[in-house]
């Protein structure tokens, strides 16, 4: 079952790592993530548990997903264990994953893109357009790049 860790936004992990995607939404854009949130436990909770998309992944030479909320899961049809085992490239079809590599480029430059579009493909290969996608990246603790986020609420099936 593709939402069997149904409370995954429990662990600290999921706390901790919904504040660094908050915070460095709000450093790069100036934008709240939700803005009517503002207690860590709550927000991991809704941003689980919201109608957008949202992933992120780290910072491997080959970025592995780390992170998706429950829409995310279901869009790309994995399940929590399995999806954050995967390198992030294979959200994309080969022939659009060159196009992927230039955006994500870009953000580490620039630390974030609005407005993005393109194509992806599920698990089992239903491929769907995203767009107006926000890419950041993600500040850790220490400062530090430690990985890339994505958000969106508009895809079509093609």
């Given at each position: 079952?593709?939402?069997?860790f149904v409370h995954i936004w429990?662990?600290?992990?999921?706390?901790?790592?919904?504040?660094?995607?908050?915070?460095?939404?709000?450093?790069?854009?100036?934008?709240?993530?939700?803005?009517?949130?503002?207690?860590?436990?709550?927000?991991?909770?809704?941003?689980?548990?919201?109608?957008?998309?949202?992933?992120?992944?780290?910072?491997?030479?080959?970025?592995?997903?780390?992170?998706?909320?429950?829409?995310?899961?279901?869009?790309?049809?994995?399940?929590?264990?399995?999806?954050?085992?995967?390198?992030?490239?294979?959200?994309?079809?080969?022939?659009?994953?060159?196009?992927?590599?230039?955006?994500?480029?870009?953000?580490?430059?620039?630390?974030?893109?609005?407005?993005?579009?393109?194509?992806?493909?599920?698990?089992?290969?239903?491929?769907?357009?995203?767009?107006?996608?926000?890419?950041?990246?993600?500040?850790?603790?220490?400062?530090?790049?430690?990985?890339?986020?994505?958000?969106?609420?508009?895809?079509?099936?093609?």
């Amino acid at each position: 079952m593709i939402n069997d860790f149904v409370h995954i936004w429990k662990p600290e992990f999921a706390v901790l790592h919904a504040s660094i995607l908050a915070r460095s939404l709000r450093h790069w854009t100036g934008r709240e993530l939700l803005p009517e949130v503002s207690d860590e436990k709550e927000l991991a909770q809704k941003i689980y548990d919201a109608p957008f998309v949202l992933v992120s992944h780290g910072i491997e030479a080959d970025p592995i997903l780390n992170y998706g909320n429950r829409t995310a899961l279901g869009l790309w049809e994995m399940p929590w264990p399995e999806f954050t085992r995967t390198p992030s490239r294979l959200t994309a079809e080969a022939p659009n994953r060159e196009e992927r590599a230039r955006l994500l480029t870009a953000v580490a430059e620039r630390g974030f893109i609005d407005d993005y579009s393109g194509v992806r493909i599920s698990k089992s290969g239903r491929r769907f357009r995203i767009a107006r996608a926000t890419v950041w990246n993600l500040i850790g603790e220490n400062g530090g790049i430690c990985g890339q986020a994505a958000m969106f609420d508009r895809w079509e099936f093609l």
